[in-house]
């Protein structure tokens, strides 16, 4: 698993998460969120048009940030989910949150 | 599946011209879980590929599902499992016609009926996903806590390899939910 922050002067921020987000690596992820929250931006954009795969773990982790950005304000928006992880998306309901953010 | 038993490491048999079970130890922990998800990916592409009908061939959502559900029940064995000691997997891949079945043998500790939780979780859950996950992406689960290391536990899923289910507007194939 691969993810890069990207500031934008607009004063929203993209998070890049690439490969494999599971039980394994979403700690990794979770200290670069757990910062993204702390700087309140305008808004969030979460990429996953590269992600591979997600487990539960995974799940949470998104849905922590999610929760956390909402709580205070930041707007958060997910894209381009394809494959196993819109199938796990879908079954969670998440699609539909995350489309309506 | 511990101890001498983690010599042990591949076998294939040949029950019938319709049955192969393939079988392989994969150490119980979260870094060897790519190394069984691998496995499963290769299974299905094979159930997939040998396959009579097209219509079955061309549903990849059934690989993402049964991927989704091994994953889970890895994630189950290597961290409450295997949480205070380590051993060994034994993963049966059962390749049928139009099915896979696969079965998780394991002397670790066994899955708590608490964590075995099939009901939907609530929107935004951030935990307790895992057996839902699991009873939902495949058509049979069968669970038998065992009493390690004499008796040891085992996890059976099943899921049939079924035509590819309309798109729905808006959304690509998911086809196979229960």
């Given at each position: 698993m691969q993810h890069q922050r990207l500031d934008d002067d607009?004063?929203?921020?993209?998070?890049?998460?690439?490969?494999?987000?599971?039980?394994?690596?979403?700690?990794?992820?979770?200290?670069?969120?757990?910062?993204?929250?702390?700087d309140r931006p305008r808004e969030v954009v979460i990429d996953l048009s590269e992600l591979r795969l997600i487990d539960s773990s995974g799940v949470g982790a998104l849905v922590s940030l999610y929760k956390r950005a909402r709580?205070?304000?930041?707007?958060?928006?997910?894209?381009?989910?394809n494959d196993?992880?819109?199938?796990?998306?879908?079954?969670?309901?998440?699609?539909?949150?995350?489309?309506?953010? | 599946v511990t101890g001498a038993n983690a010599e042990w490491l591949f076998d294939v048999e040949e029950?019938?011209?319709?049955?192969?079970?393939v079988s392989v130890a994969i150490p119980g922990q979260l870094r060897y879980r790519a190394m069984g998800?691998?496995?499963?990916?290769?299974?299905?592409?094979?159930?997939?590929?040998?396959?009579?009908?097209?219509?079955?061939?061309?549903?990849?959502a059934f690989?993402?599902?049964?991927?989704?559900?091994?994953?889970?029940?890895?994630n189950n064995l290597a961290i409450h499992g295997f949480r205070d000691w380590d051993g060994f997997v034994r993963v049966e891949f059962g390749i049928l016609c139009d099915a896979l079945s696969i079965r998780l043998v394991d002397g670790g500790r066994s899955v708590?009926?608490?964590?075995?939780?099939?009901?939907?979780?609530?929107?935004?859950?951030e935990s307790k996903m895992g057996w839902f996950i699991i009873t939902r992406f495949m058509d049979e689960v069968r669970y038998e806590p065992g009493c390690p290391p004499d008796q040891p536990n085992a996890l059976f899923m099943k899921k049939e390899l079924r035509p590819v289910a309309?798109?729905?507007?808006?959304?690509a194939q998911t086809g196979g939910h229960k």
């Open positions: 607009d004063g929203s921020v993209k998070l890049r998460i690439s490969g494999e987000l599971d039980a394994l690596t979403a700690p990794e992820v979770r200290s670069t969120m757990d910062g993204i929250v702390a709580a205070q304000g930041t707007a958060v928006r997910v894209v381009g989910v196993q992880p819109a199938a796990i998306f879908r079954l969670l309901r998440l699609d539909t949150v995350f489309a309506a953010a | 029950r019938s011209p319709e049955e192969r079970i998800l691998r496995m499963v990916e290769f299974m299905c592409k094979l159930v997939r590929s040998e396959s009579r009908d097209p219509e079955r061939r061309e549903n990849r690989d993402a599902e049964v991927i989704s559900a091994f994953g889970e029940a890895f708590d009926a608490s964590v075995r939780d099939a009901e939907a979780p609530p929107m935004l859950s309309p798109q729905t507007p808006g959304h």
